[in-house]
T-cell receptor
């Protein structure tokens, strides 16, 4: 079954600290993996996208890694800011008709001053 | 540039009433279109996706239906809403190659 599992479900960190979010998937055949940031009550916004041959991608203070062999990805947030408080969603696209997206349950991050 | 419009932003409907949420995409042709629901504190659940006009795939049996009457229009409907239909509904689109997906701003539906 094609699934995407994220951990932890929620995370509280102090402003300025770093944190790492995990994503494990069983989606096959794999096309790409994306990390999205979703502010409360808004639609998700893409942070990074990685294909099979890419193992790291950065977007400002966000760095995503991908290990296609173990089917794991991580999102590292450096020097967190209050505006980083949001849900972070891992999305894997299956290389198949319709390019169906499979979403993880998300990790809710709360950055406290 | 491509844009996606989803409306309304919020909706309060009584149990048993019909529903129609609309999503339109501009600036692209033949996009893949998706409807997702996000219950409070939960992840996104794929409801329907469409690869072309009149082509709808349902992911979860439920009280909802979807239609794609035009290439860039995707409609989510219900004949009779249930309390459990409350949630945050998101429309999204992607190009056929699947390298990026773009989301609307969502509709907060409350069934009372």
């Amino acid at each position: 079954k094609n699934q995407v599992e994220q951990s932890p479900q929620s995370l509280i960190i102090l402003e300025g600290k770093n944190c790492t979010l995990q994503c494990n998937y069983t989606v096959s055949p794999f096309s790409n993996l994306r990390w999205y940031k979703q502010d409360t009550g808004r639609g998700p916004v893409s942070l990074t996208i990685m294909t099979f041959s890419e193992n790291t991608k950065s977007n400002g203070r966000y760095t995503a890694t991908l290990d296609a062999d173990t089917k794991q990805s991580s999102l590292h947030i450096t020097a967190s800011q209050l505006s980083d408080s949001a849900s972070y969603i891992c999305v894997v696209t299956r290389r198949a008709a319709g390019n169906k997206l499979t979403f993880g349950g998300g990790t809710r991050v709360l950055v406290k001053p | 540039s491509q844009t996606i419009h989803q409306w309304p932003a919020t909706l309060v409907q009584p149990v048993g009433s019909p529903l129609s949420l609309e999503c339109t995409v501009e600036g692209t042709s033949n996009p893949n279109l998706y409807w997702y629901r996000q219950a409070a504190g939960r992840g996104l659940q794929l409801l329907f996706y469409s690869v072309g006009i009149g082509q709808i795939s349902s992911e979860v049996p439920q009280n909802l239906s979807a239609s794609r009457p035009q290439d860039r229009q995707f409609i989510l409907s219900s004949k009779k809403l249930l309390l459990s239909d409350s949630g945050f509904y998101l429309c999204a689109w992607s190009v056929e190659s699947g390298t990026e997906a773009f989301f609307g701003q969502g509709t907060r539906l409350t069934v009372v």
